[in-house]
């Protein structure tokens, strides 16, 4: 049984997305056909065309020589049109083809959105051959589909990947270490950060607490299927300490490292205190309010292995400190 496999590929366009809902992307649809056993088999003559609601697009191969006429469907439907199209003789023998379709008709427009379909024509003799259409709806949505054989057609697969714009960046606010970030990317589906720190996020705007101040380098990536893009910006974050005192009067925290029990030493006169114990990564995982204490225990044994921020403040002063639990 004679053979020939036909491979579309739609390629080249820029990672842009067009005016209103209109997108590039990347098609590939590719068929095995099998002879009809028609009178000249194997020389055979073959098209491959893209259609829409309206009709015609483009045609993208056309191998035929004087026999082109007994392509009749894509000779009713083109017009004979081979514009931007690989032509050549008709085939004497099946074989592969490859074509390439850059998401444009036969003037050069990108073609709008919306449903397209791929038609593959053959024929062995002077007469209709066989003939196959697949369609697939090009937008924003990627597309994947493994249409079933028929006795001509065998093995057909389209994938179709829409390519989107994608621009990352973000904002952000500080309080101290504690900061906020707010995602500002556009085309994006998914994000993935990186503090600086070691510590990261797949949040789209996550909030983040710093264990020591200084200049943190923040890497903001967000991605589209196989599209991404970076923002890297420099985050300097401060911490306060001794806020109307002095840092020897500082509250005295102990033991730091702990393995359970953390005392927070206090100043019974300085109203009242409200502490907060905090992850690195943002999360209150404690918050009290004392007033005439001269201590607080904070009892730990709960806490996952790990460091954490302490937040001290009252009247006179404001304090936070690294702890870490063991």
Known sequence: MLLVTAVLFLTGFSSKLMSKTD???????????????????????????????????ITRIRRADKRKQYLY????????NVTDATTGATLSSHQTHSVAWNCKDSDGNLVPDGEYHVYVEFTEEHAQGPMRKVSFTKGSEPVSLTPADDDNFKDLALQFEPAITITAGFTFSADELAISFTNTSTG??????????????????PSHTYADAGTYSVTLKSVSGSNSDTDVQEVTVTSTVGIGGSEGNAPLIYPNPTNGMLIIALDKDAGISRIKIITTNGGLVYSVET???SSQQVNMDAYESGTYILQVANQKRAYRQKIIRE
């Open 73 to 80: 469907t894509w000779n009713t439907k083109s017009g004979g």
């Open 188 to 205: 994006a589906s998914s994000y993935e950060w990186n503090f600086g720190d070691s510590n990261t996020s797949e949040e789209e705007s």
């Open 23 to 57: 997108v590039e992307g990347e098609m590939t649809f590719t068929v095995r056909t099998t002879t009809a056993n028609g009178n000249f088999s194997p020389r055979h003559v073959l098209a491959i065309w893209i259609e829409d609601a309206n009709g015609f697009v």
């Open 291 to 293: 007033e005439g204490k």
